[in-house]
Antibody
């Protein structure tokens, strides 16, 4: 069965970096893009970007350009999201999700359990 | 980037029907998918494409689309349907993605 298992909760100080992992299993890792989505406390879902596990190509929303890096290690079917220069408003739950579909239809059929990241001095 | 606008909150009596809408330019080019999120849990896919449901999702959930608006309808709402619902699609600009603003559904 398909599973995305994320790393555990993190507490960071402002200005630090955090790297969240997403271990995929139960399917061919290279065949599906992995996306990262975050949700601040009491807020909605915010799309951050994606990585193509096959090529390593990435696409980030403008808001995070220069601060976020998405990578993968195909040997261990794991995707990573690193966010730098953390601020208090980066406090959120970070999710990875597998995307299916193409052309006119895109959807997330499997999600990780979420990784809470708290940024506090 | 584009925006997908949803009503912040709706309420529905137990067993009645509620329709949640998602409005935005990208809806003219791309289909929406819909996610249910309960407190403290990851989102769950409930509708994708015109009207497809993943296995295990009750058939009281249905989707539709017209012009720049996609809709999720719950016919015969149950107490367990109380949750936040988000639409999602590819952005009309570039290869980005976008979520709707979210709708909190309360079952009375």
């Amino acid at each position: 069965q398909v599973q995305l298992v994320q790393s555990g909760a993190e507490v960071k100080k402002p200005g630090a970096s955090v790297k969240v992992s997403c271990k995929a299993s139960g399917y061919t890792f290279n065949d599906y893009y992995i996306h990262w989505v975050r949700q601040a406390p009491g807020q909605g879902l915010e799309w951050m970007g994606w990585i193509n596990p096959n090529s390593g190509g990435t696409n980030y929303i403008q808001k995070f350009q220069g601060r976020v890096t998405m990578t993968r290690d195909t040997s261990i079917t794991t995707a990573y999201m690193e966010l730098n220069s953390l601020r208090s408003d980066d406090t959120a739950v970070y999710y990875c999700a597998r995307e299916d579909g193409n052309y006119q239809l895109y959807y997330f059929d499997f999600w990780g359990q979420g990784t809470p990241v708290t940024v506090s001095s | 980037s584009s925006e997908l606008t949803q009503d912040p909150a709706v309420s529905v009596a137990l067993g009645q029907t509620v329709k949640i809408t998602c409005q935005g330019d990208s809806m003219r080019r791309y289909y929406a998918s819909w996610y249910q999120q309960k407190p403290g849990q990851a989102p769950v896919l409930v509708i994708f494409g015109k009207h497809d449901r993943p296995s295990g999702v009750p058939d009281r959930f249905s989707g539709s689309s017209s012009g720049n608006t996609a809709s999720l309808t719950i016919t015969g709402a149950q107490a367990e349907d109380e949750a936040d619902y988000y639409c999602y699609s590819r952005d009309s600009i570039g290869n980005h993605r976008v979520f709707g603003t979210g709708t909190k559904v309360t079952v009375l």
